[in-house]
């Protein structure tokens, strides 16, 4: 092979490689066809592409069919999917640590454990730190099993209302009045009630007394 032949054959490797899934190999069968006799071995020997597109790319020229691409299929398998008992591993750890919505406005669950806290929990379980997927992959991949870090909310404190402090008034006086009358009687009396804390109930139903 002479220099010449040898350039203008740098230049369809080139032009080759600038192309992309059809357009290349109709390119690349053009070529084999014109300079290779089309003989995809021969055009992998000569300009180094992979004689099954090659072969293909002269089907689908010759017939007019074109072949479509599984680009999905070639992606990287997730985690969770790659390393099944990694996510079984992973529900049963954060199933029972969340709870629905309290509203019913979606089918999400809400958990108390963080990705970071989920990773630590592997690793204390016996995983290495080096074949579990980072912090962020993690709280991905509890998105993608439907689960929502939510805190639990602490009981928030009741708001001074303006009616607050007459009432109190009209206690202290009605107190007063009933303590400077020697037919009345005073019944001191503690009472507690169930209450919520903060805006939703605790996993599992229960409510703390207040």
Known sequence: M????????????????????????????????KL????????????????HNVARGIHELQSGIRCLENFVAKGRRRAEERNPQLAQDIRVMVG????????LKSSRRYSTL???????ALVAQGYREQDLPSERSMRDILNRMNFRLKRIQKGKPLKKTAETDPIFANVKAVREE???????????MDT???VKMGDYVQPGGKMPHG
Do not use: H
């Open 2 to 33: 002479d220099r010449d032949e040898d350039r203008y054959d740098r230049l369809l490797q080139v032009g080759a490689k600038r192309l992309k899934g059809y357009q290349r190999r109709l390119f690349q069968a053009e070529t084999c066809l």
């Open 36 to 51: 290779c006799d089309g003989n995809p071995r021969q055009a992998e020997r000569r300009f180094g592409w992979g004689r």
């Open 96 to 103: 029972p640590r969340s709870y629905t919505d309290p509203e």
């Open 114 to 120: 963080s990705a970071g806290e989920v990773r630590e």
């Open 178 to 188: 009933a303590r400077a009358d020697e037919q009345t009687l005073e019944i001191s």
């Open 192 to 194: 507690k009630a169930k």
